[in-house]
């Protein structure tokens, strides 16, 4: 049997709908009641384009790391903002289904994702018109979501996506440039940030395996990719480090990090 709490939660969902932020707080109400979590945050995503923070739930202590920081350029290398732009079916997903090999031990991991104090993060993707994705993100930090507690909150998936449509339908105007194509601006900024990224010192190579280096891939997934031996993938690395005079990946990250901000 239905709860009557779930009915009237979502009952506050479906008349929201076209209310500002009286809907996405309604949805994140509901989706606490199938299975409490600390954090809601829902951005949309269209190509390269600055991500919109539609609605989140952060104390103002934590705001700077999720959005702020996170809008100014990490947002490039975070595994759901990448499957965003792919794109993937409307679904239910772990942040894991999405990530590199190596991404835990990668420093976009380290030196950005590990300061949110996450245990785990989900994220409902829902497409709309004009190549744009919502992702609705649901964060715990004491623990991951259950096998059971994803299974529920999966069952909800034709509910957020019928009310996110209709809630969100013409949201590609606002973004700067909608009569652009999305995918296309995404492959300009990735490749003129990447370009910029040494320019006039790395090789192209050399550029592709820093580029998979900070998305979180390893020696053997990059040499795989780029169809070159891991071996080949260590050497360019150290070529990269002494080329930049850098040591580690940490300074690497920082340095890419600099170079978005005037890509």
Request: net charge neutral; glycine share 6%.
């Amino acid at each position: 049997m239905i709860k009557a709490d779930l009915l009237r939660a979502l009952g506050s969902v479906i008349g929201a709908i076209g209310s500002g932020e009286e809907f996405p707080a309604a949805m994140a109400d509901t989706l606490r009641v199938v299975a409490p979590y600390s954090y809601t945050v829902i951005f949309a995503y269209r190509g390269n384009e600055r991500p919109l923070d539609l609605f989140d739930d952060f104390p103002a202590s934590k705001r700077q790391v999720f959005v702020t920081d996170y809008q100014e350029g990490p947002y490039l290398l975070d595994p759901f903002y990448l499957a965003a732009t792919r794109p993937v079916e409307t679904g239910l997903y772990r942040l894991r289904d999405f990530a590199p090999d190596r991404f835990y031990q990668g420093e976009y991991f380290r030196s950005y994702y590990e300061k949110t104090g996450l245990a785990e993060e989900i994220a409902f993707f829902v497409d709309l018109p004009d190549e744009v994705m919502v992702v609705l993100s649901l964060m715990r930090t004491d623990k991951v979501f259950s096998s059971r507690e994803f299974r529920e909150l999966e069952t909800f998936l034709p509910v957020v996506h019928a009310c996110v449509r209709q809630h969100w339908s013409s949201l590609a105007q606002r973004f700067r440039c909608p009569e652009q194509s999305a995918k296309h601006q995404s492959e300009n900024r990735i490749e003129r940030t990447f370009h910029a990224f040494g320019e006039g010192i790395l090789t192209p190579r050399e550029r592709e395996v820093v580029e998979y280096t900070l998305k979180g891939h390893s020696a053997e997934a990059i040499g795989g990719i780029l169809s070159i031996s891991p071996g080949t993938v260590r050497i360019h690395r150290r070529n990269i480090y002494a080329k930049l005079r850098i040591s580690s990946q940490g300074e690497l990250f920082s340095a890419f990090i600099r170079t978005l901000g005037g890509a």
